[in-house]
């Protein structure tokens, strides 16, 4: 095995543009989706007003202020062209008396994104504390009015309204506090790991697959059959095939990690050989899978053409082009279990943020392990049964 495993590695160069692109396509698009996150981004929202009242004005006015949304004032027909043309995240539209009505405000988008959900639900809570506070005004009023004491009504809705938004600030049932230490270096780090983690073990895949489909073109070129009458076994094949793969791959996660740290100021803290070791782990795992997907291959062309579907879309599942923490779907979550993208970035990045191996770590490596083993076995048997098939 070592005079094939020496062969095979000395044949990588042949694919060496390969895997300087999948590195530089991991390390580009870490920077895109990194630095996407760091920017001061405001959504841009268009505001029809047709109530017009003082409630309203200081709606729109906290959509700006507090909630850091760019809000735009204009008419009906000028916002839904805004809507239509992707000038805007969405229109608003704040119908009379809206505190007081069935779906008083209105919100049109094209689609759902992270920053319209924030949107709808931050206008509902506004719309219920202004319905609160006039309850308050208006019971007061009217406890006033019944012992026959002339004031000035406007002037004591101002003052309750004041005391209202005081009270609510200061004193309500439940508050968190949190606070960051370090906040030019903390605030976007977790994004950053999650990004140049889930890119580099994304675009690794790609390389694992072709150079186990080498495989396939042993095959083709009957160089398989002059192995085979070799003193090699077919075990000896297999398993330069599968060791050549985790090379590359391991010299991939090598790049990751060095790169995070000295172009993208990551830091992994005291356990970098732990970090290295999760994605070598990960690394034997989707080898293992390139080899079952391999196996039920024929040519290199059928390769190519399923490859990046299953792939992308594990990729996708996984978690690797964004944080799992924003999808709602169950389904999809359920899905990204079966991804071996889900628990290696998850293992990695608990042991670098939190600093320590815990129990969703060990359950990580548990399932990665299981997830190899078993791949492994398939996929060897299944070459395994087609082998007897040809012979």
Known sequence: ???????????????????????????ILSAVFGNSM???????????????????????????????????????????????NRNALSTVVIKENFYEIKSGIEVIQLRETVESFQLSNLLENEVNLIKNMKQLTDKTIA????????????????????????????????????????????????????????????????????????????????????????PSTRMDVLWSNLISAMVIGTLQIIVMVFAGQF??????????????????????????????????????????????IVLTGMGMLGGCMWPLEIITSKPLLMLAN?????????AIEGVVIHGKVDSSTLISVVVLLSMGIGYLILGERVLYLKSLKDN
């Open 263 to 308: 172009l993208f100021g990551i830091d992994w803290g005291n356990n970098l050989l732990l970090v290295i070791g999760l994605g070598v782990l990960y690394i034997f795992v989707m080898t293992a899978l390139s080899l079952f997907v391999v196996s039920l291959m024929k040519t290199m062309a059928q390769l190519s053409a399923v490859s990046p």
């Open 338 to 346: 079966i991804t071996p993208h889900k628990w290696a970035i998850s």
């Open 1 to 27: 095995m070592k005079a094939l495993l020496k062969l095979k590695l000395r044949l990588m160069k042949d694919n060496k543009t390969l895997y300087v692109i999948m590195i530089a396509m991991s390390l």
């Open 143 to 230: 406890l006033v009015n019944a012992q026959g004491t002339e004031f000035d009504q406007n002037k004591l809705s101002a003052d309750i309204k004041t005391v209202f938004v005081e009270q609510w600030e200061t004193k309500k049932p439940i508050r968190m506090v949190s606070e960051i230490f370090s906040t030019n270096e903390a605030k976007f780090s977790g994004l950053n790991i999650h990004y140049i983690v889930g890119m580099t073990l994304f675009f690794v895949t790609y390389s694992l697959m072709f150079t186990v489909g080498d495989i396939l073109e042993d095959k083709r070129l009957h160089t398989l059959d002059r192995m085979m009458v070799s």
């Open 38 to 84: 760091t920017g001061s981004y405001q959504p841009t929202i268009v505001v029809v007003d047709e109530d017009q009242s003082i409630e309203a004005s200081d709606l729109i006015a906290k959509l700006s202020s507090e909630y850091n949304f760019n809000v735009k004032l204009k008419s009906y027909d000028e916002a839904m062209d805004d809507v239509m």
